[in-house]
T-cell receptor, first 113, second 113 residues
Framework: NAGVTQTPKFRILKIGQSMTLQCTQDMNHNYMYWYRQDPGMGLKLIYYSVGAGITDKGEVPNGYNVSRSTTEDFPLRLELAAPSQTSVYFC????????????FGEGSWLTVV | GENVEQHPSTLSVQEGDSAVIKCTYSDSASNYFPWYKQELGKRPQLIIDIRSNVGEKKDQRIAVTLNKTAKHFSLHITETQPEDSAVYFCAARGDTGRRALTFGSGTRLQVQP
């Protein structure tokens, strides 16, 4: 049971490039999330999904897109990367139900130069 | 949407002293309140959580209290040790709307030996 797996762990992008951060979980969790964490700050929700085929915006969705074609995978797409997207990105998942624990991936460090 | 405020932003204590971190939340529908510890370069790790039907929960040196009327909750760490030094985040979540954790801005705890 690998939990939540994110790739890549580190990436440097040039301004205007695009990329996809991959996230997969093997716990059959319905809920999946993408957060970003800027230096010295808390986590901000980018997008979330309550099940395959269903996605919705969080607090800071601009510049990102997601898809959820399977229960396991929840990729985050960055289009036209900007320096403001330099951050650490965490994918997370949990089961449905009140108070269920959220499981985080190890994070992806992205720098846009 | 939910808004979580956390204080203080930094806290320095002597080894063996107690540390208290406080959070307030805005959405009265929130019913789950976890606390995370994050070490440098690592993902957030759940250290304790409390649900809205409970006023206090304790786990060894760590305790959390919840005041639903005042919409605030606190983390108490007793007999602090140098390995408690980290950034601590509070969070809140309800089971309607986004059903995602909203995080506080974090408290950097430094335990001086």
């Amino acid at each position: 049971n690998a939990g939540v797996t994110q790739t890549p762990k580190f990436r440097i992008l040039k301004i205007g490039q695009s990329m996809t951060l991959q996230c997969t979980q093997d716990m059959n969790h319905n809920y999946m999330y993408w957060y970003r964490q800027d230096p010295g700050m808390g986590l901000k929700l980018i997008y979330y999904s309550v099940g395959a085929g269903i996605t919705d915006k969080g607090e800071v969705p601009n510049g990102y897109n997601v898809s959820r074609s399977t229960t396991e995978d929840f990729p985050l797409r960055l289009e036209l990367a900007a320096p403001s997207q330099t951050s650490v990105y965490f994918c997370a998942s949990r089961t449905t139900g009140e108070g269920n624990t959220i499981y985080f991936g190890e994070g992806s460090w992205l720098t846009v130069v | 949407g939910e808004n979580v405020e956390q204080h203080p932003s930094t806290l320095s204590v002597q080894e063996g002293d107690s540390a208290v971190i406080k959070c307030t939340y805005s959405d009265s529908a929130s019913n789950y309140f976890p606390w995370y510890k994050q070490e440098l370069g690592k993902r957030p790790q759940l250290i304790i959580d409390i649900r809205s039907n409970v006023g206090e929960k304790k786990d060894q040196r760590i305790a959390v209290t919840l005041n639903k009327t005042a919409k605030h909750f606190s983390l108490h760490i007793t007999e602090t040790q140098p390995e408690d030094s980290a950034v601590y985040f509070c969070a809140a979540r309800g089971d309607t709307g986004r059903r995602a954790l909203t995080f506080g801005s974090g408290t950097r705890l430094q335990v001086q030996p």
